[in-house]
């Protein structure tokens, strides 16, 4: 098992540019997540889905946008970026245990800067 | 609303000695409670967990009890390694204002060991 993938890596972008971030899980989990992690500000929730072709806004989800078409796919889409887009982004995906418990698996990020 | 509030670091400590990481949270209902840890360069992955009140989570030598009466789940381990050097996240998964359930993580803890 893979777990949870994303591309790119790294990249680099000029104001207002546009870019697609992938994210794959192998798990099946009915669960997926976006965050984006800044110093000093822990991980902030931008968009989830709870099953495929459904997704719903989180904490800070103006600027982005996000489709989950297949159940093992969760892109997340920046439509022209910003410099205050410079972060990096973790996918996650969970599944759901009958108490509710919520453990995340994490990708390994992709680190975007935005001149 | 649901929230989580954890020791600011970063926390340096050598090699042997004891650590404690505060975390207290303020939830309504019943959370599941979690440390994550973010090793360099990777994504978060789950330390241990705990469900219910009075729960001990474990894992690679590190400890933490769900304390409900003092709304705590302090991270503990009694002899750090230099291989402990990472950012340790506190979590909790609980019922949201919109149903459902939803993870809120802290701003994390940056440890360093030295040899």
């Known amino acids: 098992n893979a777990g949870v993938t994303q591309t790119p890596k790294f990249r680099v972008l000029k104001t207002g540019q546009s870019m697609t971030l992938l994210c794959a899980q192998d798990m099946n989990h009915e669960y997926m997540y976006w965050y984006r992690q800044d110093p000093g500000m822990g991980l902030r929730l931008i968009h989830y889905?709870?099953?495929?072709?459904?997704?719903a806004k989180g904490e800070v989800p103006d600027g982005y946008n996000v489709s989950r078409l297949k159940k093992q796919n969760f892109l997340l889409g920046l439509e022209s970026a910003a410099p205050s887009q410079t972060s990096v982004y973790f996918c996650?995906?969970?599944?759901?245990?009958?108490?509710?418990?919520?453990?995340?698996?994490f990708g390994p990020g992709t680190r975007l800067t935005v001149l | 609303g649901n929230s989580v509030t954890q020791m600011e670091g970063p926390v340096t400590l050598s090699e042997e000695a004891f650590l404690t990481i505060n975390c207290t949270y303020t939830?309504?209902?019943?959370?599941?409670l979690f440390w994550y840890v973010q090793y360099p360069g990777e994504g978060l992955q789950l330390l241990l967990k705990?469900?219910?009140?009075?729960d001990k989570g474990s894992n690679k030598g590190f400890e933490a009890t769900y304390r409900k009466e003092t709304t705590s789940f302090h991270l503990e381990k009694g002899s750090v390694q230099v291989s402990d050097s990472a950012v340790y996240f506190c979590?909790?998964?609980?019922?949201?204002?919109?149903?459902?359930?939803?993870?809120?993580f802290g701003a994390g803890t940056r440890l360093f060991v030295k040899a």
């Open positions: 996650a995906s969970s599944y759901r245990s009958s108490v509710g418990t919520d453990t995340q698996y």
């Open positions: 939830a309504t209902g019943y959370p599941s």
């Open positions: 889905s709870v099953g495929e072709g459904t997704t």
């Open positions: 979590a909790l998964s609980g019922s949201s204002n919109t149903g459902g359930f939803k993870t809120i």
């Open positions: 705990a469900t219910k009140a009075d």
